[in-house]
T-cell receptor
Framework: GENVEQHPSTLSVQEGDSAVIKCTYSDSASNYFPWYKQELGKRPQLIIDIRSNVGEKKDQRIAVTLNKTAKHFSLHITETQPEDSAVYFCAASYTGNQFYFGTGTSLTVIP | GAVVSQHPSWVICKSGTSVKIECRSLDFQATTMFWYRQFPKQSLMLMATSNEGSKATYEQGVEKDKFLINHASLTLSTLTVTSAHPEDSSFYIC?????????FGPGTRLTVL
C-alpha cells in the first residue's frame, strides 16, 4: 500500500511567520493529496487539496505545492495566527479510494 | 456540505465485552466508508474499507475477526470491536467519500477498562 511520510512532527513559529510542512508518498498511482487540520478531540477538517495534474494551489494564506516526479508535496501557511495552532495531516489517495495519512505535524503559533 | 455522524461519541466498557460503533451519512449515500483509529498524538491509521452489500476490505495487520464491519445500507456502516481489551482503547473515526473529498465523522472515543 501507500506510505506517506510527514515532517516535521512538531513546529513552532512566531505569529506572522510562515510555516511549511512537507510530505512524501510512495505510490505513483496516487493522484489526490488533501491536507487536514485536526483540533484536539475533533474530526479532521479539509483545508486544501491538490490533484496530480496541478503543481500549485493557493487559498488565501494557505498554499500547497506538488512535485509528482519527486513524489512530494508541501503545505505553506503564511502570516500565521494563533488559531492556526492544531495538528495537520497530509494524505495521499488514488481518487475515491482509501486515504493514507502522514504522521501529523503539531503546529504551535506563538503570539 | 456532506455530513457524517457517529454514535456513540464516547463509550466505556469492561474488558471482554463487545462494542458497536455506528457511522451514518446523513444527507448522501455512501457505497463505501472507511474506518480509522487514532491513538493519542498519533496519525489516523486506516483499518478497513466498508463496502455496501459486500465484505469489508481490511488493511494489513488488522484482525477482521476482532473488528467486525457491516455495511448493510447506503447510509450506515457499523464497526464492532469484539472482546475488547484495554489495548483497543482508541479514537475511532469513520469517513465517507463524496467525489474526491472524504467527510469524517466526529469520532468515537473507546475506553476499555
Amino acid at each position: 500500500g501507500e506510505n506517506v511520510e510527514q515532517h516535521p512532527s512538531t513546529l513552532s513559529v512566531q505569529e506572522g511567520d510562515s510555516a511549511v510542512i512537507k510530505c512524501t508518498y510512495s505510490d505513483s498511482a496516487s493522484n489526490y493529496f488533501p491536507w487536514y487540520k485536526q483540533e484536539l478531540g475533533k474530526r479532521p477538517q479539509l483545508i486544501i487539496d491538490i490533484r496530480s495534474n496541478v503543481g500549485e494551489k493557493k487559498d488565501q494564506r494557505i498554499a500547497v505545492t506538488l512535485n509528482k516526479t519527486a513524489k512530494h508535496f508541501s503545505l505553506h501557511i503564511t502570516e500565521t495566527q494563533p488559531e492556526d495552532s492544531a495538528v495537520y495531516f497530509c494524505a495521499a489517495s488514488y481518487t475515491g479510494n482509501q486515504f493514507y495519512f502522514g504522521t501529523g505535524t503539531s503546529l504551535t503559533v506563538i503570539p | 456540505g456532506a455530513v457524517v455522524s457517529q454514535h456513540p461519541s464516547w463509550v466505556i466498557c469492561k474488558s471482554g465485552t463487545s462494542v458497536k460503533i455506528e457511522c451514518r451519512s446523513l444527507d448522501f449515500q455512501a457505497t463505501t466508508m472507511f474506518w480509522y483509529r487514532q491513538f493519542p498524538k498519533q496519525s489516523l491509521m486506516l483499518m478497513a474499507t466498508s463496502n455496501e452489500g459486500s465484505k469489508a476490505t481490511y488493511e494489513q495487520g488488522v484482525e477482521k475477526d476482532k473488528f467486525l464491519i457491516n455495511h448493510a445500507s447506503l447510509t450506515l456502516s457499523t464497526l464492532t470491536v469484539t472482546s475488547a481489551h484495554p489495548e483497543d482503547s482508541s479514537f475511532y473515526i469513520c469517513s465517507a467519500p463524496v467525489g474526491d473529498t472524504q467527510y469524517f465523522g466526529p469520532g468515537t472515543r473507546l475506553t476499555v477498562l
